[in-house]
C-alpha cells in the first residue's frame, strides 16, 4: 500500500510540476513580450531582495514541518505532529511579521542605495504584504507532503500561479501604459494575491483533514524544542545563504556595467540569463525536483525506525536514474536550444545561451537529489554549509571576473560553483551511506549513449524546414529513441522476460 501510495504521489507531483513550470515558462514568454528583457531584469533585481525577505519569513519551516510530522505520524503519534504544526504556525507569525517589516521600512534605502534603481522601491512595498501568508502556506504545504497527500500541495501551487497571472493581467491593463516601474508594481501585486488567496484555500483543506483526526493534545513544550532545534539552525543558515544569493544578484547587473554595458543592457543581459535562460534550463528538472521533494519524508521515516539498508539502495538507484535522465536532456539542449529559446521566447539569443549552459544541467541536476537525500537523513545543515561555500565563491568570482569579462564571467562563475557544491553534496552522500559506484554504468554508456544519439538527431535535422518547435519536439523524440535503444544495447537498462512456469 505505501509503495502504491509512494509511486501514485509521484505522478501526481511530477504531473503538477511539469504544470507549474509550463504555466511559469509561458507566463515568462509573456511578460519579456510585454516589458522586455530590460523589465525582466528590472523585477529580477527587486525579486533577489524580495527572495532574501520571503527566506527570513520562511526558512526552516517546511523541513521541520515535514521531518516532526513524518515521523511523529510513522510513530503512530498524530498528537505531537499537530503540536508541530502549531508551533510552526507561531514560529512562522513572529518571522514573517519581522520580515515585512524590513521590506517595508528597507524598501527606500535598499532601492536608493543598494539596488541603485529607486523604480523598484514601490515594488518592495507593495510585495511585503505577501510574507505572513507565504509563511502559513509553507507549514501547511509541508504538512500535506508529510501525511503523503501532495495533491492539496500541488493544486495550491497551480492556483497561486493562475491567481497570480490573472491579477497581473488586469492590473497590466492600468499600469502598462505608465512605464517599467508601474509594470513591476503589477507584478508584486500578482505575487500578493496570488500568496493570500492560496493561503485561504491551503488552511481550509489543513482543517477538514484535522477535524477527521482523533487524538488527545499533548503538551507543546517538547514540540517547541524539537520544532526550534530543526527550523533556527536552519533559518539562521538560510539567511547568510540567502544573502549572498541577494549579493549575487546585485553583483551581476552592476559587474555588466563596469564591463562597458549602459544600464538598460545591463538589466537587458541580467533579465535574459535569470529569467529567461535558467527557467528553461531547469524545466525537465520538474520530474527530478517532484520525485526528490517525495524522497524527504520517506527517508525521514525509514532513519526514524532504522531502515538503513533500504535508504542506501534508494541513494544509489536515484543517483544512478538521475544521471540516466539529464544526459539526454542535455544533449537535446545543445542540439535544439537555439530552436528552442526561438520558439519560447522568439529570440535567437536565449538559444544561443541554452547551448552554452546545456552541459550544467547534469549538475543541477545531481545536486537537486542529492540535497532531498541528505535532508531526509537529518544533513540539512551540511546541505546550507555547501550552499554557503558556493555563494561565497560566487560572490567573490562575480566581483572579481564580471568587470572583466562580462556574460563570459558570469558563465564560468556557473559552472563553476555549480560543480563544486554538486561536488560537496554527492562526497557527504557517499560518507553517510553505503553506496556502490560503477564509473562504466553510471556515467561512461551513458554518455556515449547520449552523445550517439545526439549526433544521429543532429544529422537527421540538418535540411529541416519546419518551425522551430516543431524541430525541437520532432528532433527531442528523435533522440529520446536512439538514446533508449543505445542504453538497451549497451546493457544499461533491461527489458524484463517474463518466464514460462511448466
Given at each position: 500500500m505505501k509503495r502504491k501510495q509512494f509511486i501514485r504521489n509521484i505522478f501526481i507531483l511530477t504531473a503538477g510540476s511539469v504544470i507549474l513550470r509550463l504555466i511559469a515558462i509561458g507566463f515568462s514568454a509573456w511578460l519579456s513580450r510585454k516589458i522586455g528583457s530590460e523589465g525582466m531584469g528590472l523585477f529580477q533585481l527587486i525579486f533577489s531582495v524580495y527572495s532574501l525577505a520571503s527566506t527570513i519569513a520562511t526558512s526552516g519551516i517546511y523541513l521541520?514541518?515535514?521531518?516532526l510530522v513524518s515521523e511523529e505520524i510513522g510513530k503512530g503519534s498524530y498528537s505531537k505532529a499537530n503540536d508541530a504544526m502549531r508551533v510552526c504556525m507561531i514560529y512562522g507569525v513572529v518571522v514573517s511579521t519581522a520580515a515585512s517589516a524590513f521590506l517595508w521600512f528597507g524598501a527606500p534605502y535598499i532601492g536608493t542605495h543598494i539596488l541603485q534603481d529607486a523604480r523598484t522601491i514601490k515594488s518592495m512595498k507593495v510585495l511585503a504584504a505577501a510574507l505572513p501568508f507565504m509563511a502559513f502556506s509553507c507549514s501547511l504545504r509541508g504538512y500535506f507532503f508529510a501525511i503523503r497527500q501532495v495533491w492539496k500541495t500541488n493544486s495550491s501551487q497551480i492556483m497561486e500561479q493562475l491567481i497570480r497571472i490573472m491579477v497581473v493581467s488586469i492590473a497590466f491593463q492600468f499600469v502598462l501604459p505608465k512605464g517599467l516601474e508601474w509594470s513591476c508594481?503589477?507584478?508584486?501585486?500578482?505575487?500578493?494575491?496570488?500568496?493570500?488567496?492560496?493561503?485561504?484555500?491551503?488552511?481550509?483543506?489543513?482543517?477538514?483533514?484535522k477535524h477527521k483526526r482523533e487524538f488527545v493534545p499533548e503538551k507543546v513544550g517538547a514540540t517547541a524544542k524539537?520544532?526550534?532545534?530543526?527550523a533556527v539552525p536552519v533559518a539562521l543558515s538560510s539567511y547568510l545563504k540567502e544573502a549572498l544569493v541577494t549579493i549575487e544578484n546585485i553583483l551581476i547587473p552592476r559587474g555588466f556595467r563596469k564591463y562597458g554595458a549602459d544600464s538598460a543592457l545591463a538589466l537587458s543581459q541580467y533579465g535574459m540569463m535569470s529569467a529567461m535562460v535558467m527557467?528553461?534550463?531547469?524545466f525537465p528538472a520538474a520530474l527530478i525536483t517532484s520525485f526528490s521533494s517525495l524522497l524527504v519524508p520517506e527517508v525521514a521515516e525509514w532513519r526514524a525506525t532504522?531502515?538503513?539498508?533500504?535508504?542506501?539502495?534508494?541513494?544509489?538507484?536515484?543517483?544512478?536514474?538521475?544521471?540516466?535522465f539529464a544526459l539526454p536532456v542535455s544533449a537535446v539542449f545543445i542540439c535544439f536550444g537555439v530552436q528552442l529559446g526561438s520558439a519560447v521566447y522568439g529570440n535567437a539569443e536565449v538559444g544561443q545561451m541554452l547551448w552554452i549552459m546545456a552541459p550544467l544541467t547534469p549538475i543541477l541536476y545531481l545536486d537537486t537529489v542529492a540535497d532531498a537525500l541528505l535532508?531526509?537523513?537529518?544533513?540539512?545543515?551540511?546541505?546550507?554549509?555547501?550552499?554557503?561555500i558556493d555563494s561565497c565563491l560566487s560572490v567573490l568570482l562575480l566581483y572579481t571576473l564580471l568587470p572583466l569579462f562580462g556574460l563570459q564571467g558570469y558563465i564560468t562563475v556557473l559552472f563553476f560553483t555549480s560543480f563544486v557544491n554538486a561536488s560537496l553534496s554527492i562526497s557527504r552522500l557517499t560518507q553517510v551511506t553505503r553506496i556502490r559506484f560503477s564509473f562504466g554504468d553510471w556515467i561512461g554508456k551513458p554518455l556515449l549513449a547520449a552523445a550517439l544519439a545526439g549526433a544521429v538527431a543532429l544529422l537527421i535535422s540538418r535540411n529541416w524546414t519546419f518551425s522551430p518547435a516543431w524541430q525541437v519536439a520532432i528532433g527531442g523524440i528523435i533522440l529520446a529513441v536512439i538514446y533508449g535503444g543505445a542504453l538497451l544495447a549497451l546493457g544499461i537498462i533491461r527489458v524484463p522476460v517474463k518466464r514460462r512456469v511448466s
Open positions: 521541520a514541518v515535514t521531518r508594481v503589477g507584478i508584486a501585486l500578482g505575487s500578493v494575491g496570488g500568496e493570500a488567496l492560496t493561503f485561504f484555500y491551503t488552511f481550509a483543506l489543513y482543517l477538514r483533514d524539537n520544532v526550534l532545534n530543526i527557467p528553461i534550463l531547469n532504522g531502515k538503513e539498508q533500504e535508504i542506501d539502495r534508494l541513494t544509489g538507484q536515484v543517483l544512478r536514474v538521475t544521471l540516466l535532508k531526509g537523513m537529518d544533513e540539512q545543515l551540511s546541505v546550507l554549509r555547501y550552499s554557503i
